[in-house]
């Protein structure tokens, strides 16, 4: 089995090789148009899908205590 160190020293080498290529600039355009696609389309972090689910959660809860009460409520009339 090849060891830790002959493994970093292949890879390294191979990011020399690809540094000094055309297949950096190729990656450098196909991020930048990605990132030009991804702007343009209305996305959402994983942050802020987190903080509105979390929103929704407690609106969801909140509305099951309303309908609860409101349930009461025409039980008594």
């Given at each position: 089995m090849?060891?830790?160190?002959?493994?970093?020293?292949?890879?390294?080498?191979?990011?020399?090789?690809?540094?000094?290529?055309?297949?950096r600039?190729?990656?450098?355009?196909?991020r930048a148009?990605?990132?030009?696609?991804?702007?343009?389309?209305?996305?959402v972090?994983?942050?802020e899908?987190?903080?509105?689910?979390?929103v929704?959660?407690r609106?969801?809860?909140?509305?099951?205590?309303?309908?609860?009460k409101?349930?009461?409520?025409?039980?008594k009339?």
């Amino acid at each position: 089995m090849l060891s830790q160190k002959v493994i970093e020293e292949i890879s390294g080498k191979i990011n020399e090789a690809l540094a000094a290529s055309p297949a950096r600039d190729i990656e450098k355009n196909v991020r930048a148009v990605l990132a030009g696609v991804f702007s343009r389309l209305d996305l959402v972090t994983r942050e802020e899908f987190d903080v509105q689910r979390e929103v929704l959660a407690r609106t969801r809860e909140k509305l099951d205590l309303l309908e609860v009460k409101l349930a009461e409520l025409e039980n008594k009339s």
